[in-house]
């Protein structure tokens, strides 16, 4: 099943049953008119939504309708929680060599995971408005999951049930302003303005045999101003989002609807398969040559995210937005 | 002006106007159903509550009701973001010490801040369910304020202005989780669990002179199981709120309800005031006797904390609650 909102103008929009070739959509019929609606009591709403989804993909739904995925934002454009692993060990080594940072000697054993803003995610074609490219504009493009609501203390080999959805988000970063943020040991806040997602939430069983081990494994493809950029592999997470999910609900209670993601995908071999931010190359060209050559993203410029499956159609729906200047924006009203 | 949130079962309660002595309430009369209802249009909805509080007062007010402290629960239970500052310098000077971290240069400039669980509140009598006495169980006593809506990079100037209320915060930790995420750079996260509010949140001029240079120049009074454990002085944050709010606010929207907190209070005679966190006494005795003597919470131990007017007056009600074990205790129900 694939799920997205429509933009109606109200916080949350209007949830929407996105057919499997992302070309059709129907509003969700009652009881559930958004996604954090359907997400509160998904055992009850799930089962109207597949029959739905059967019907739109089948040709049979009363109220489908030909969908441009510009006419979606975020599937869930607020969240209780937003959580961000760094789960791909390549990434995470390479970082500590470029800075100079002491790996927690338990790296292996236990995630890395800071919490983000999660009440003003970004649409999927939406500018993302940010104060100043001094600041480093990076993309990174990751696998996130939303659960259902996960009491405390859940252990990894019961979160992994509680994972109900899948996206793609693209994690804008600050790098000028984050490794400050880590060295005072406090972590990113400024570093990490509003993410971005996908057009489509999909549940794990719309990836078949690719959702192994709490694991995507696909590629994400990524380009830069509509230049590749990378296509490492999501499979190569070094912990489940099953681990993640525990983590997180370690000592706290996740309200339904939380979203936690990979941490940017990285490959073993970045320098075959690429990055999935410009952190990372820069970081590699740090390791070869002494120091970084690519700069980051300029006003304007563009990035585009987006996930095959091994048929070669696209699974979420492309991210692809540019990076405007928040200055002279007209800001949203309060009311 | 002071409001509260009486328990009624829903997610976010149904906002009550309380009155000066905390004796008396009155629901809210539409179209503010919540507070976060109320924040979102504050300039439409503050002067109907503002006239509600004058009648509450004044004995007039048609609907009131002696008030049990007992019936609210956080002002805010869900809030869309929680951000928590370290903003008195001689608690981060002697935790760097301690710890034998590494001061950051700028810290005198750049507050330090991290973000925390915000869906999840608990209100000011409620037990904190917590999963383990060995995570080292610690209370923080802290100021928060609640803002309306800041947009990206407002400037310090500016951002005093969106500060529409204040209350009082237990920001519990768990310290034996906390160096552990230090050191990694990522920040607090399973060492932050759900925190707890004051009764009631307070406009700054119900305040009156001791809302000064964007400081609450007020002792907060922390107990506990009963005995006096310290009443350091408020004023003596090393950042004001309008900075926390701008240092917030730089590359990201607050949306209107964001709490922004003190972090735990503490001043430079904390060996005569006392502390209002258990792991600031125990740094105190590291650098003392060589070695922390006193240990932190044990489920059944009870914190409570207060702050007093000029006049003796509790100013927010008193946050007074236990730490008692998750494990065993029902969970809410997903819907």
């Known amino acids: 099943m694939k799920l997205g909102t429509l933009k109606d103008g109200s916080r949350d929009g209007r949830l929407v049953v996105v057919s499997q070739n992302l070309r059709r959509a129907a509003v969700a019929v009652p ?40 006419q979606l934002t975020a599937p869930l454009p607020r969240a209780p929680q937003w959580l961000d692993a760094s789960a791909f060990h390549s990434h995470g080594d390479l970082m500590e060599k470029v800075f100079g940072l002491d790996p927690p000697p338990d790296k292996l054993q236990i995630p890395l995971m800071y919490q983000g803003a999660s009440d003003d995610f970004v649409g999927p074609y939406d500018d993302m408005p940010l104060p100043s490219e001094a ?53 990113f806040l400024q570093s990490k303005p509003a993410s971005s997602f996908a057009p489509v939430a999909v549940t794990p069983e719309e990836l078949r045999g690719a959702w192994q081990d709490y694991r995507v494994h696909l590629q994400v493809k990524v380009s830069w101003n509509g230049r590749w950029f990378g296509h490492p592999h999501a499979g190569q997470m070094g912990f489940g989002f099953d681990q993640l999910v525990a983590h997180a609900a370690r000592t706290r209670n996740l309200s339904a609807g939380t979203v936690i993601g990979s941490g940017t995908i990285s490959n073993n071999d970045y320098r075959v398969v690429g990055s999935a931010c410009i952190a990372e190359l820069r970081g590699i060209e740090t390791l070869d040559r002494g120091k970084p050559v690519t700069g980051y993203m300029k006003f304007g410029d563009s990035v585009r995210i987006e996930m095959l499956d091994a048929d070669g159609h696209s699974v979420f729906g492309a991210i692809e937005q540019r990076m405007v200047s928040a200055s002279g924006r007209p800001h949203r009203d309060e009311a």
Chains 1, 2 share one sequence.
């Open 135 to 187: 600041d480093g504009i990076d993309f990174e493009a990751e696998v996130g999951v939303i659960v259902d609501r996960v009491p405390m203390a859940t252990s990894s080999a019961a979160a992994g049930g509680h994972i109900k959805l899948l996206t793609l988000i693209n994690d804008a970063s600050l790098r000028t302003l984050a490794g400050r943020e880590i060295r005072t040991g406090f972590g």
């Open 31 to 70: 009881p559930a008119a958004t996604l954090q609606a359907a997400l509160d009591r998904w055992m009850q709403t799930a089962p109207g939504l597949r029959a739905q989804y059967a019907e739109l993909n089948a040709g049979t739904a009363s109220n489908a309708f030909d969908l441009d995925l510009r």
